[in-house]
């Protein structure tokens, strides 16, 4: 197994982090222990992983030669169906310890904020923005995370100009971060009485939220407004300026919240906000770091890229960076969209795994 010093040294790791999680300095200081425990965790999986094999492993070889020493045929004969079983679940653990020794991106544990605009294609585009919307709320409620909508601007003739919220809960980034990029959809709007098939798309950028030990902001560089909500989709319409627009003068940025009844809570979200975009910056020069080191078919981040076709026609979507098509384009409206992010992580995974054993 040409990974097996690697995972010699992973298992020695392992027991390194067996004694230092029994020392009562580092249980005495919370910060260390929690890092300690989160990488001894991960590396449980892997040494339990690597024990199996290696007793897989031995027993096959003890297979092999008794089918090579015996002189009775029956035990041949069990020797060589046990040899090959042996080998299937071999190849089964190596499979998934390849898997494992692929470096985690630390951002991937992240909540993520979503941002969904309209790009081309008017009303109909304003549209499909709200029903990406709707899609990605469906997937999170799905795997359990918390949906905060944190701005939005409405279309007069449904959906939205653009809408952004925050999704909060387990590997959120690690999941989300492949939605990046522009949707492209092909349908006949209700509005064509020709029965015209139209083309437009909206962009989705998903960004890794940045807590306050990421980004340091000096309140001096800071412009407050607050203004009164709109209020989405049949919400409440305020009657005070409780909505608030923040800019950072340095870099330029503006964020706007308006969710909360409460100016202060809108506050505090346009904070979050305006960190995540400020760490973008330094997360987009690693992102792109790594995609010119990598030449990655998989992408993620580049909102200029064409990643999907919605194609309601024929009730398809294709998405362009591994060339997949599916045929449940009505489920995967409705958040089904689980299967298809799997095979881009799985995707990216083979790739990263060839920088490790290589």
């Given at each position: 197994?040409?990974?097996?010093?690697?995972?010699?040294?992973?298992?020695?790791?392992?027991?390194?982090?067996?004694?230092?999680?029994?020392?009562?300095?580092?249980?005495?200081?919370?910060?260390?222990?929690?890092?300690?425990?989160?990488?001894?965790?991960?590396?449980?999986?892997?040494?339990?992983?690597?024990?199996?094999?290696?007793?897989?492993?031995?027993?096959?070889?003890?297979?092999?030669?008794?089918?090579?020493?015996?002189?009775?045929?029956?035990?041949?004969?069990?020797?060589?169906?046990?040899?090959?079983?042996?080998?299937?679940?071999?190849?089964?653990?190596?499979?998934?310890?390849?898997?494992?020794?692929?470096?985690?991106?630390?951002?991937?544990?992240?909540?993520?904020?979503?941002?969904?605009?309209?790009?081309?294609?008017?009303?109909?585009?304003?549209?499909?923005?709200?029903?990406?919307?709707?899609?990605?709320?469906?997937?999170?409620?799905?795997?359990?995370?918390?949906?905060?909508?944190?701005?939005?601007?409405?279309s007069p003739k449904g959906g939205f100009k653009e809408i952004s919220?925050?999704?909060?809960?387990?590997?959120?980034?690690?999941?989300?971060?492949?939605?990046?990029?522009?949707?492209?959809?092909?349908?006949?709007?209700?509005?064509?009485?020709?029965?015209?098939?139209?083309?437009?798309?909206?962009?989705?950028?998903?960004?890794?939220?940045?807590?306050?030990?990421?980004?340091?902001?000096?309140?001096?560089?800071?412009?407050?407004?607050?203004?009164?909500?709109?209020?989405?989709?049949?919400?409440?319409?305020?009657?005070?300026?409780?909505?608030?627009?923040?800019?950072?003068?340095?870099?330029?940025?503006?964020?706007?919240?308006?969710?909360?009844?409460?100016?202060?809570?809108?506050?505090?979200?346009?904070?979050?906000?305006?960190?995540?975009?400020?760490?973008?910056?330094?997360?987009?020069?690693?992102?792109?770091?790594?995609?010119?080191?990598?030449?990655?078919?998989?992408?993620?981040?580049?909102?200029?890229?064409?990643?999907?076709?919605?194609?309601?026609?024929?009730?398809?979507?294709?998405?362009?960076?591994?060339?997949?098509?599916?045929?449940?384009?009505?489920?995967?409206?409705?958040?089904?969209?689980?299967?298809?992010?799997?095979?881009?992580?799985?995707?990216?995974?083979?790739?990263?795994?060839?920088?490790?054993?290589?």
């Amino acid at each position: 197994m040409d990974i097996e010093k690697k995972l010699e040294q992973l298992r020695s790791r392992y027991q390194e982090l067996n004694v230092a999680l029994s020392d009562p300095a580092v249980f005495g200081d919370s910060k260390k222990y929690a890092e300690l425990s989160r990488e001894h965790s991960e590396l449980k999986d892997m040494t339990d992983l690597y024990e199996e094999w290696k007793g897989v492993r031995d027993e096959l070889e003890g297979a092999r030669e008794l089918v090579q020493s015996s002189g009775d045929p029956d035990m041949v004969e069990m020797a060589r169906e046990e040899a090959s079983d042996l080998e299937k679940r071999m190849e089964e653990l190596e499979k998934s310890l390849k898997m494992k020794l692929v470096p985690k991106d630390p951002e991937d544990s992240r909540n993520a904020i979503v941002e969904i605009r309209a790009g081309t294609g008017g009303d109909e585009a304003s549209i499909f923005v709200g029903d990406l919307y709707d899609m990605y709320r469906r997937y999170a409620d799905s795997n359990k995370w918390k949906v905060e909508v944190m701005d939005w601007s409405e279309s007069p003739k449904g959906g939205f100009k653009e809408i952004s919220m925050m999704l909060s809960g387990n590997e959120v980034f690690g999941k989300m971060k492949w939605e990046s990029g522009v949707h492209r959809v092909q349908r006949v709007p209700e509005t064509e009485s020709q029965g015209r098939v139209h083309t437009s798309a909206a962009t989705v950028a998903v960004l890794p939220e940045a807590e306050e030990v990421d980004i340091q902001i000096n309140p001096a560089d800071l412009e407050f407004e607050a203004y009164r909500a709109q209020g989405a989709g049949g919400q409440h319409v305020n009657t005070t300026d409780s909505a608030v627009r923040i800019k950072h003068v340095p870099s330029g940025v503006v964020v706007t919240c308006q969710e909360e009844r409460s100016q202060h809570k809108n506050r505090d979200k346009a904070m979050v906000m305006l960190r995540t975009k400020l760490y973008e910056t330094e997360y987009e020069e690693k992102r792109k770091a790594r995609a010119e080191q990598r030449k990655s078919q998989v992408s993620t981040g580049d909102r200029s890229a064409k990643i999907r076709t919605y194609n309601f026609p024929q009730g398809r979507m294709t998405d362009h960076r591994i060339g997949l098509t599916v045929y449940n384009l009505d489920e995967f409206m409705k958040g089904d969209i689980d299967d298809v992010i799997t095979a881009l992580q799985v995707q990216d995974n083979l790739e990263r795994l060839n920088e490790v054993v290589n």
